[in-house]
Nanobody, 123 residues
Framework: QVQLVESGGGLVQAGGSLRLSCAASSNIESINVMNWYRRAPGKHSDELVASITSTGSTNYADSVKGRFTIARDNAKNTGHLQMTNLKPEDTGRYYC????????????????WGQGTQVTVSS
């Protein structure tokens, strides 16, 4: 099964830190752009939190700049989101998302979502 699996979410107090991880299934050869989205409670849309290309170029939402750091290991097809100085408004379900994936069979997949991991920041 082609999938992205997130881990590392949890409950943390404001000011604390969490590190989210995203692991690609072994049948994924490469991922062009790896993104982290989040959906806040009561919201019906997802916010792009951070993204990183295969060459290491990064982009962050203004709300997380200076606090979150995205990284990836192309050889292992894993990604991470280091979150520091967390705020209650960071609460939400965080999703790993891949743009333009290539499978080991050569098949191309345009986009792929993980199942998400919950982050809750208490005040």
């Amino acid at each position: 099964q082609v999938q992205l699996v997130e881990s590392g979410g949890g409950l943390v107090q404001a000011g604390g830190s969490l590190r989210l991880s995203c692991a690609a299934s072994s049948n994924i050869e490469s991922i062009n752009v790896m993104n982290w989205y989040r959906r806040a409670p009561g919201k019906h849309s997802d916010e792009l939190v951070a993204s990183i290309t295969s060459t290491g170029s990064t982009n962050y939402a203004d709300s997380v700049k200076g606090r979150f750091t995205i990284a990836r290991d192309n050889a292992k097809n894993t990604g991470h989101l280091q979150m520091t100085n967390l705020k209650p408004e960071d609460t939400g379900r965080y999703y790993c998302h891949g743009d333009h994936l290539t499978l080991v069979t050569g098949e191309r997949v345009i986009r792929l979502w993980g199942q998400g991991t919950q982050v809750t920041v208490s005040s």
